[in-house]
């Protein structure tokens, strides 16, 4: 495979935007996880070091690049990047190295916005809550982006709330990665 590695971002959110609480998500979703899983298999991942350590260890079949300015981070099994650029270089090569077309987005919310610019897809499963919480996903663009795939599944018996799965494309071209801050 050749050529540029998409940026795709998966992200789970409340009517209020919400999709974190401190480190924990403030929702039990079994079939969203399922997606999850679906949708990131064999993809590397791109995510802070609070979302990391918030699942505690690197996702089976996926490469996890840690974003962080934490000069002592490490961790096992997982790529550390000091910033953005460095972040997406590996994510990309890594997708090269899988011959997938794409790197995922995984969180949390510093990351998303900081990385939002430059995402070619959105997969969001919007849950029918609006619960208490400090990290939010930024407002997509009705400008920017088009609704391309709308799915309404029946809750499960481990889910605790209604849901749906909205994907988004982005309109025009994605912007390049800058230099910049993440977490």
Do not use: C, Q
Request: aromatic letters at 6%.
């Amino acid at each position: 495979m050749s050529g540029a590695v998409d940026l795709v971002a998966v992200v789970a959110v409340g009517e209020n935007g919400v999709i974190g609480h401190g480190d924990l998500i403030p929702w039990r979703l079994s079939s969203d996880m399922k997606r999850f899983r679906a949708l990131t298999l064999g993809k590397p991942l791109l995510m802070g070091r609070r979302t990391f350590r918030s699942i505690g260890r690197p996702l089976p079949g996926r490469d996890t690049i840690v974003i962080t300015r934490d000069a002592a981070f490490a961790a096992d099994g997982v790529e550390v990047a000091r910033d953005l650029p460095e972040a997406v270089a590996l994510a990309a090569a890594a997708a090269r190295r899988r011959g997938v077309g794409e790197a995922i987005i995984a969180g949390g919310g510093e990351i998303y916005r900081a990385l939002l610019p430059a995402t070619r897809r959105v997969h969001l499963t919007r849950v029918a809550l609006s619960p208490a919480g400090d990290v939010h996903f930024p407002v997509l663009d009705a400008a920017e982006w088009r609704v391309v795939a709308r799915e309404r599944p029946e809750p499960g018996p481990k889910d605790e709330a209604a849901f749906e799965f909205i994907d988004y494309e982005r309109i025009g071209e994605p912007r390049p990665v800058i230099a910049g801050g993440a977490g």
